[in-house]
């Protein structure tokens, strides 16, 4: 009778998904501009804020959140901790609201 076991230890595992969250201030006052008519470029336009998470070359999330309170929180970001990303971030003015915003201006697909 031959007997064999295989067995991982979990103590040693270094790539376990976390949880992360951070808050972005959308600053609007004190801006300089020289537009006349409206007030773009001084942040009081922004409904709208996308976060793009890319791991290598690849996208691994993208969110898009509303503007509340001049604040945008991303939260429950699942990220593995012993990898690398790259955050791509911008504001912008679009149609709608959080959950069903579409492009305003230009494509953001």
Not at 27 to 55: K, M, W
Not at 63 to 71: A, D, H, Q
Request: with cysteine; hydrophobic share 35%.
């Amino acid at each position: 009778m031959t007997l064999t076991a295989c067995q991982k230890d979990e103590g040693l595992v270094s790539d376990v998904a976390t949880t992360s969250s951070f808050t972005v201030t959308i600053p609007q006052s004190g801006v300089q501009t020289r537009a006349v008519t409206d007030a773009f470029g001084t942040g009081t336009s922004v409904n709208r804020c996308i976060l793009e998470i890319y791991h290598g070359d690849k996208l691994y999330d993208r969110i898009e959140k509303g503007v509340s309170g001049k604040t945008v929180t991303f939260d429950n970001l699942r990220l593995v901790s012993s990898q690398t990303y790259d955050f791509v971030f911008w504001a912008d003015c679009a149609e709608g609201s959080e959950g069903n915003f579409t492009d305003k201006v230009y494509n953001t697909a």
